[in-house]
């Protein structure tokens, strides 16, 4: 569910934190999704590429069982939609209220096939994308319960920490789903790192956590 909607206007692509050899004006539109809304759905048209301007967004997909896998989140300033084919493979929706910028695919291909610049900064994105599910995949197939937990909270530090705590936007729920756990699972774990004095909460929500050993929480991501 959409709770506003700007008209297109032009900008650089600088706005977007896109490198180009020119720097040409685009036009894109900016979107505001409420929470659990969905920004497009597993299928659809691959029409536009989209920006996280705010806000928090979740790639989804459900198998036949009625079980939901997320396959990543995307934060303030990633770029998404990207896809190899002319259809989405996932169905992407807001964590939070998220506002997402979008631009036509068909315009920034446009570009990118005489500026050699943004042709490459696309292809770093792909590849990133690509090293992302290759990580992903493994850390399913090849990390203990605690491994995978200790290396979520790594990552999400790595991308969404400020002032030294880490303010989770996304549920146990999602981080079970992201993670191939059960909602327990991933609570024990966390419990067990606050117990261990790797971390600690703030708030009643515990979505607010402050790192006191990353040293002893990346041993964790690299137990034996």
């Known amino acids: 569910m959409l709770s506003s909607v700007s008209l297109p206007r032009t900008h650089s692509l600088s706005e977007l934190g896109m490198r180009s050899e020119t720097n040409p004006m685009i036009n894109f539109s900016e979107y505001t999704y409420l929470r659990g809304s969905e920004i497009y759905g597993e299928k659809e048209p691959a029409d536009y590429v989209y920006q996280v301007k705010s806000g928090t967004v979740r790639s989804c997909k459900w198998l036949p069982d009625g079980r939901r896998l997320i396959g990543a989140f995307h934060v303030v300033g990633d770029i998404f939609g990207m896809e190899n084919g002319s259809t989405h493979r996932f169905t992407l929706q807001a964590v939070v209220d998220t506002s997402v910028r ?15 610049k943004l042709s490459k900064q696309l292809l770093d994105m792909t590849t990133c994308n690509l090293k992302h599910a290759e990580d992903h995949v493994l850390l399913l197939g090849r990390k203990t319960s605690p491994e995978r937990v200790a290396a979520f909270i790594l990552e999400m530090d790595e991308r969404l920490a400020v002032a030294g705590i880490l303010m ?45 050993d990353r040293q002893l929480l990346a041993g964790l991501d690299h137990q034996d």
Not at 168 to 194: C, K, N, Q
Not at 200 to 207: E, I, K
């Open 168 to 212: 989770l936007p996304m549920s146990r729920r999602d981080i079970a789903d992201y993670l191939g756990l059960t909602l327990e699972t991933v609570s024990r774990s966390l419990s067990h790192m606050r117990e261990l004095g790797i971390l600690g909460f703030v708030g009643a929500s515990q979505r607010q956590i402050v790192l006191l």
């Open 102 to 116: 979008l631009i036509r695919r068909q315009s920034l291909n446009a570009i990118a096939e005489r500026d050699c």
